[in-house]
C-alpha cells in the first residue's frame, strides 16, 4: 500500500488532509519531540515531528513494519516507536506513556501562557511541581503574562471552537473597519488549514495604501480595551529593517508589529449550530464569557503574500517550504520576501 507513488521528504510538497489515520503514533512522535525539545535536543525533536508529519499525510493506518517500506522521514528511533506502538495490540501502555509524559511538569508548566522553556525548567529546579506550588512559592516572579495565563487558564487551555473564532473574527473586523474601511482582515494559522479547533486565533491585518497600516494596531487596541474586552495585550513592535537579507535559520520568527492578546468573548456572541449547542458540557460556572487567546499580526501590503503564507502554518510545513526553497530552489523564504540568491 505504501510505495504506489514516492512521498516527499517535504511537508510542502505533500497533499495532507485532516483525516489522521495514525493519531496514536503521530501523539506519541509530539509528545516525545516536545521532551526533545524541553532537553535543547534540536535533532531528536526535529526527527520526531518530521516523521509526525510525513505519518499525517498517509492514507491508511500503519499497523506492522511492512507498512513502512519507502518511507521517507523515519530513523532508527522514531521506527523503534512505531515498531513498539504495532506490538502493543490494546494501545493501552502507549496512551499511558503518552499521558505521562504530559503531565511532566516542565511541560505542564510550558501549556501556561507566558512560560517558556526557560522559565519552566527554573521553577522544575527549585523544586516545584505543580501550578499551586508555583503560584505560592514566595520567591516566584510573575511576569504580567504569566499571571493572565494562571487566571485565565481553565478558559487559554480548552480548545477554541471554529465558530469562536467566527466570533472573535467579526470582533475584530468591525473594530478594523471603524478607521480604515478598506482594510484586510484575514483568519490565518489552524483555522486557515480548516482546523476545527485551535489554541488561539490569529489574524493578519494589511491595507491597500501603503503606510496607511501605521498606527492601526494601537487604535483597535484602544478600541477593544474601551469596550471592556481586552483582558491581556502585549504589543511587539516592528523591527523590520529593509537592507536586512532574509532569515537563514529556518524557526526564525518574523519583523512585523503585532500584539498578542487575550479577549473576552461573550459567549451570545457565538453563533453555533444546533448539533454543536446540545453537547455543552454541564457547567457549573455561570459565566457568561470565555477568554480566548488572539494574535494579531500588522503586515505592509506588499509583504502581505509571504506573510499570509507563514502565518497559515504548519510550523512543521514552515519550516519545510524553506527547507525546500534552500535546497532545492537556492532561494530564500521567509514571511517578508523570497530572495534568489543567483540574482
Ligand atoms: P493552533 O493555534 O491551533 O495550536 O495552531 P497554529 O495556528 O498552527 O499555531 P500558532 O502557534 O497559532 O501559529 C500559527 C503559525 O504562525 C505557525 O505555523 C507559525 C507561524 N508564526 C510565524 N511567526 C510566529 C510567531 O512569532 N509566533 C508564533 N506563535 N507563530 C508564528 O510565522
Ligand atoms: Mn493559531
Ligand atoms: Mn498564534
Not at 523515519?74 to 504530559?102: H, Y
Not at 532545492?328 to 540574482?343: I, P, T
Amino acid at each position: 500500500s505504501s510505495s504506489v507513488v514516492a512521498i516527499s521528504p517535504y511537508a510542502c510538497q505533500r497533499r495532507t488532509s485532516l483525516n489522521n489515520y495514525n493519531k496514536l503514533f503521530t501523539d506519541a512522535f509530539e509528545v516525545l519531540a516536545e521532551n526533545y525539545e524541553m532537553n535543547e535536543n534540536k535533532g531528536p525533536y526535529l526527527g520526531f515531528m518530521r516523521a509526525a508529519s510525513m505519518i499525517k499525510s498517509l492514507p491508511y493506518a500503519i499497523s506492522s513494519m511492512k507498512d513502512l517500506e519507502g518511507l521517507p522521514c523515519l530513523g532508527d528511533q522514531t521506527k523503534a516507536v512505531i515498531e513498539q506502538c504495532c506490538q502493543d495490540t490494546e494501545k493501552s501502555t502507549i496512551k499511558s506513556c503518552i499521558n505521562f509524559a504530559r503531565s511532566q511538569s516542565i511541560i505542564l508548566f510550558t501549556s501556561v501562557f507566558g512560560v517558556g522553556q526557560k522559565t519552566a525548567e527554573k521553577w522544575f529546579r527549585k523544586g516545584l511541581r505543580t501550578f499551586e506550588e508555583v503560584q505560592v512559592h514566595k520567591e516566584t516572579k510573575l511576569t504580567k503574562m504569566q499571571i493572565a495565563g494562571f487566571l485565565y487558564y481553565e478558559d487559554l487551555s480548552s480548545f477554541v471552537t471554529k465558530p469562536e473564532a467566527d466570533a472573535i473574527g467579526q470582533i475584530i473586523e468591525d473594530t478594523v473597519r471603524l478607521f480604515m474601511p478598506d482594510a484586510l482582515v484575514t483568519l490565518t494559522g489552524g483555522f486557515r488549514r480548516e482546523k476545527k479547533i485551535g489554541h488561539d486565533v490569529d489574524f493578519l491585518i494589511t491595507t491597500p495604501v501603503p503606510g496607511n497600516e501605521n498606527g492601526l494596531l494601537e487604535k483597535v487596541i484602544d478600541v477593544l480595551h474601551q469596550q471592556g474586552i481586552l483582558l491581556y495585550c502585549d504589543v511587539v513592535e516592528s523591527t523590520f529593517d529593509k537592507s536586512r537579507l532574509p532569515s537563514r535559520k529556518v524557526d526564525a520568527l518574523d519583523h512585523f508589529q503585532k500584539c498578542f492578546a487575550i479577549l473576552k468573548l461573550l459567549k451570545q456572541k457565538v453563533i453555533t449550530s444546533n448539533c454543536e449547542e446540545a453537547e455543552e458540557p454541564s457547567n457549573t460556572s455561570t459565566k457568561e464569557w470565555k477568554a480566548i487567546r488572539v494574535d494579531l499580526v500588522i503586515t505592509p501590503f506588499d509583504q502581505y503574500a509571504f506573510a499570509l503564507l507563514g502565518w497559515t502554518g504548519s510550523r512543521q510545513f514552515e519550516r519545510d517550504l524553506r527547507r525546500f526553497a534552500t535546497h532545492e530552489r537556492k532561494m530564500m523564504l521567509d514571511n517578508h520576501a523570497l530572495f534568489d540568491k543567483n540574482k
